[in-house]
């Protein structure tokens, strides 16, 4: 008999509809149930691509017997992290701080009142490498609750009051200056690896918003040494395994300094992320390479992860059948020589195994490889390649298919939606585009109220119950103020404005200019969650001081820009000390040292040839954080275009920043020359 969560929209709670485990999704009647009936609260949090989370409700929330002890002593709460990251930022902050580590499955026991007092991660059905099983771990939590109940309260209450206390220190409120980038960019040259690309040892994550900086940084100041980190870095992560040689997109990260073996699950924001900086490699360099990559990427969204509603999926897993009904991390992805002579006959399959460095002893699990794409000696046939790809991916279209968790989360749809907007422009992919408006229509009917609050996902185009936090607002008016530029459609812009000013109004503290991941309206947790650093994703943080400040270039507005400099000043505090892990701060940083430069173009139609290529133009330059309005002399739908004349009868582009403008041009090539850093 399905439990509580069979009506909810989250695919992760979903694939717990059928345990026996009698679950609650987080709800004040779940904390009501365990007050009234004075037990703990048992809260499980993972998501759904999240291999050892499957391993854990395999294991044990689909076993009688503990789901009988769990519904005897416990309230259980399962939370999808990607619908609910207050939630889990909360309960991981007091995880890592209690234990030194984090990760998922999460696994916390809460007093009746949410109050964390015991935690964990993943646990075994036996005790295993040192670890208690799960049912010690729940016949633990049962007797300290009925035969040490003080001491219980007292550890919650003490975890709490440290929480309470862990506000952050941020500096003051100046946003960082050129000393401060640059010592960002030296610590960053200290921890990068030379020989392989990237920064720091195993695991490797595809450092995407570190290289918007490095991009941006080399575009104002000419560092050559910041574009090669940045180049070269992108060269690896796209020859290696990580990168699907097949199909396109990228896997979560790599498990080996090498970029070898991945963790096979594709994340939205990570194929977002990627393909908007391989965009923005081709376009500072002219790199065939980085196109490719780009255009492969962008490809692979719209193929294997827009939803029928128009919006984007979250996830494909990691796991899949291997054929035999058992599901195996990779079994999609990888192959052995046999099978290779099998798809493609002898002669292909040896230059497939030379061009994809595919082995016979393997370098994945069982003699199967992951297919890479190695630097090495000769020239290989161009077309007979292209012949073995298409082969290939036709045979592993056969193979039983990674699930896919079809949510739509309204931030990593953001993400999507520039990078698509970008990429279609750049390479004149009109389609691109066209999958970025279709994802922002969907995200403005289905996502938005009348107030333009957000929610935070929706899934079968049913919007979910939970509000959007600020990333959610922050990355839509990033790809909203993407798509303005892009088409030329004000209608986007003021939307960006909408949910802009929802971030000032009730995500930011007035007094320090501090931001908030939750609203200062939203469900009171045991603490208001806050992290500026960025990880996976643009925190919510430089998320918005980047999405502030575009608006502000666009608009004119003091107090948008005046918000962007105060929450600058977390950047100058953490920049020059892990700038690895404030990646987009930086990059947002260095729009603000450049001004951002405002472009307005103007044509006497939108499809006038000269017009658009001034537009283009305008739209490949490679100056931090520049925005662009495009449009005819009398529209409206751009303050940047009001009083913007055409020259002599002509189209024209009018370049400001920092108060001051240039004399107008008609021509792309000095138009290009006053955009190129």
Same mark, same amino acid.
């Given at each position: 008999?399905?439990?509580?969560?069979?009506?909810?929209?989250?695919?992760?709670?979903?694939?717990?509809?059928?345990?026996?485990?009698?679950?609650?999704?987080?709800?004040?009647?779940?904390?009501?149930?365990?007050?009234?009936?004075?037990?703990?609260?048992?809260?499980?949090?993972?998501?759904?691509?999240?291999?050892?989370?499957?391993?854990?409700?395999?294991?044990?929330?689909?076993?009688?017997?503990?789901?009988?002890?769990?519904?005897?002593?416990?309230?259980?709460?399962?939370?999808?992290?990607?619908?609910?990251?207050?939630?889990?930022?909360?309960?991981?902050?007091?995880?890592?701080?209690?234990?030194?580590?984090?990760?998922?499955?999460?696994?916390?026991? *809460?007093?009746?009142?949410?109050?964390?007092?015991?935690?964990?991660?993943?646990?075994?059905?036996?005790?295993?490498?040192?670890?208690?099983?799960?049912?010690?771990?729940?016949?633990?939590?049962?007797?300290?609750?009925?035969?040490?109940?003080?001491?219980?309260?007292?550890?919650?209450? #003490?975890?709490?009051?440290?929480?309470?206390?862990?506000?952050?220190?941020?500096?003051?409120?100046?946003?960082?200056?050129?000393?401060?980038?640059?010592?960002?960019? *030296?610590?960053?040259?200290?921890?990068?690896?030379?020989?392989?690309?990237?920064?720091?040892?195993?695991?490797?994550?595809?450092?995407?918003?570190?290289?918007?900086?490095?991009?941006?940084?080399?575009?104002?100041?000419?560092?050559?040494?910041?574009?090669?980190?940045?180049?070269?870095?992108?060269?690896?992560?796209?020859?290696?395994?990580?990168?699907?040689?097949?199909?396109?997109?990228?896997?979560?990260?790599?498990?080996?300094?090498?970029?070898?073996?991945?963790?096979?699950?594709?994340?939205?924001?990570?194929?977002?992320?990627?393909?908007?900086?391989?965009?923005?490699?081709?376009?500072?360099?002219?790199?065939?390479?980085?196109?490719?990559?780009?255009?492969?990427?962008?490809?692979?969204?719209?193929?294997?992860?827009?939803?029928?509603?128009?919006?984007?999926?979250?996830?494909?897993?990691?796991?899949?059948?291997?054929?035999?009904?058992?599901?195996?991390?990779?079994?999609?992805?990888? @192959?052995?020589?046999?099978?290779?002579?099998?798809?493609?006959?002898?002669?292909?399959?040896?230059?497939?195994?030379?061009?994809?460095?595919?082995?016979?002893?393997?370098?994945?699990?069982?003699?199967?490889?992951?297919?890479?794409?190695?630097?090495?000696?000769?020239?290989?046939?161009?077309?007979?390649?292209?012949?073995?790809?298409?082969?290939?991916?036709?045979?592993?279209?056969?193979?039983?298919?990674?699930?896919?968790?079809? #949510?739509?989360?309204?931030?990593?749809?953001?993400?999507?939606?520039?990078?698509?907007?970008?990429?279609?422009?750049?390479?004149?992919?009109?389609?691109?585009?066209?999958?970025?408006?279709?994802?922002?229509?969907?995200?403005?009917? *289905?996502?938005?109220?009348?107030?333009?609050?957000?929610?935070?996902?929706?899934?079968?185009?049913?919007?979910?119950?939970?509000?959007?936090?600020?990333?959610?607002?922050?990355?839509?008016?990033?790809?909203?103020?993407?798509?303005?530029?892009?088409?030329?459609?004000?209608? @986007?812009?003021?939307?960006?404005?909408?949910?802009?000013?929802?971030?000032?109004?009730?995500?930011?503290?007035?007094?320090?200019?501090?931001?908030?991941?939750?609203?200062?309206?939203?469900?009171?947790?045991?603490?208001?969650?806050?992290?500026?650093?960025?990880?996976?994703?643009?925190?919510?943080?430089?998320?918005?001081?980047?999405?502030?400040?575009?608006?502000?270039?666009?608009?004119?507005?003091?107090?948008?820009?005046?918000?962007?400099?105060?929450?600058?000043?977390?950047?100058?505090?953490?920049?020059?000390?892990?700038?690895?892990?404030?990646?987009?701060?930086?990059?947002?940083?260095?729009?603000?040292?450049?001004?951002?430069?405002?472009?307005?173009?103007?044509?006497?139609?939108?499809?006038?040839?000269?017009?658009?290529?001034?537009?283009?133009?305008?739209? *490949?330059?490679?100056?931090?954080?520049?925005?662009?309005?495009?449009?005819?002399?009398?529209?409206?739908?751009?303050?940047?275009?009001?009083?913007?004349?055409?020259?002599?009868?002509?189209?024209?582009?009018?370049?400001?920043?920092?108060?001051?403008?240039?004399?107008?041009?008609?021509?792309?090539?000095?138009?290009?020359?006053?955009?190129?850093?």
């Amino acid at each position: 008999m399905p439990n509580r969560l069979a009506h909810e929209t989250s695919p992760y709670l979903l694939q717990h509809a059928d345990n026996p485990v009698d679950w609650w999704p987080w709800s004040a009647e779940a904390f009501e149930e365990a007050r009234r009936r004075d037990v703990p609260v048992l809260l499980s949090v993972g998501y759904s691509s999240c291999h050892w989370c499957h391993v854990m409700a395999h294991e044990s929330f689909e076993d009688a017997a503990t789901a009988a002890f769990l519904g005897e002593h416990f309230v259980s709460v399962k939370v999808d992290r990607e619908e609910r990251p207050d939630v889990d930022a909360v309960y991981m902050e007091a995880v890592q701080a209690a234990t030194g580590q984090g990760g998922w499955p999460m696994t916390v026991f *809460l007093t009746p009142d949410a109050e964390p007092f015991y935690f964990g991660t993943y646990f075994p059905p036996d005790p295993r490498h040192g670890m208690p099983s799960f049912g010690q771990v729940l016949e633990g939590v049962r007797q300290a609750w009925q035969t040490r109940r003080d001491e219980v309260a007292d550890v919650a209450g #003490k975890i709490v009051r440290d929480l309470a206390q862990r506000e952050i220190g941020y500096g003051t409120a100046r946003p960082p200056g050129e000393e401060e980038l640059a010592q960002a960019l *030296l610590a960053l040259t200290r921890e990068y690896d030379a020989r392989r690309g990237g920064f720091g040892g195993a695991p490797k994550f595809p450092p995407s918003m570190v290289i918007e900086f490095l991009l941006r940084h080399h575009a104002r100041t000419g560092s050559e040494g910041a574009l090669q980190m940045a180049a070269d870095t992108c060269e690896r992560m796209a020859r290696g395994g990580m990168h699907d040689q097949l199909g396109g997109g990228f896997a979560r990260y790599s498990v080996d300094r090498d970029w070898v073996v991945p963790h096979f699950e594709k994340m939205l924001y990570d194929n977002a992320l990627l393909c908007r900086v391989y965009a923005h490699l081709w376009r500072a360099t002219g790199s065939d390479f980085a196109r490719r990559v780009a255009l492969a990427t962008a490809d692979f969204m719209v193929r294997e992860l827009r939803t029928a509603e128009g919006g984007f999926a979250s996830a494909l897993d990691a796991d899949s059948d291997d054929g035999t009904g058992k599901h195996v991390e990779g079994a999609y992805y990888v @192959w052995t020589p046999a099978q290779l002579r099998e798809v493609l006959g002898a002669e292909d399959a040896e230059l497939a195994a030379r061009c994809f460095g595919v082995t016979e002893e393997g370098t994945f699990e069982h003699g199967a490889s992951v297919l890479q794409l190695p630097v090495q000696e000769g020239v290989f046939d161009a077309d007979r390649v292209e012949s073995v790809r298409r082969r290939l991916l036709a045979e592993r279209a056969g193979r039983p298919a990674p699930g896919r968790d079809d #949510k739509v989360v309204a931030a990593w749809n953001g993400l999507a939606i520039a990078a698509l907007a970008e990429t279609g422009a750049y390479f004149d992919r009109p389609d691109l585009v066209e999958a970025a408006v279709g994802a922002a229509d969907l995200l403005v009917r *289905l996502h938005m109220d009348e107030h333009a609050a957000l929610l935070r996902t929706s899934k079968d185009g049913r919007a979910g119950a939970n509000a959007g936090v600020l990333e959610d607002y922050a990355d839509v008016a990033e790809g909203f103020l993407a798509l303005a530029s892009v088409t030329g459609e004000g209608v @986007w812009l003021e939307f960006a404005g909408l949910l802009l000013g929802h971030v000032l109004t009730r995500f930011t503290d007035p007094e320090s200019g501090a931001l908030y991941d939750t609203a200062v309206d939203a469900e009171q947790l045991i603490r208001r969650p806050q992290d500026p650093t960025d990880n996976a994703t643009p925190s919510g943080w430089s998320a918005a001081a980047g999405a502030l400040l575009g608006y502000a270039a666009h608009t004119g507005s003091e107090a948008h820009r005046t918000a962007a400099e105060r929450a600058l000043g977390v950047v100058g505090a953490l920049g020059p000390r892990v700038p690895r892990f404030i990646g987009w701060g930086l990059a947002v940083a260095e729009a603000l040292l450049d001004g951002p430069r405002e472009v307005a173009v103007v044509g006497p139609s939108l499809d006038d040839a000269a017009a658009r290529a001034l537009h283009r133009t305008a739209l *490949l330059g490679t100056a931090p954080g520049t925005v662009v309005a495009y449009g005819t002399p009398d529209s409206e739908e751009f303050p940047l275009l009001a009083d913007r004349p055409l020259v002599h009868g002509e189209p024209a582009a009018y370049v400001c920043r920092d108060f001051t403008c240039d004399a107008p041009t008609t021509d792309p090539d000095r138009l290009r020359t006053a955009l190129g850093g």
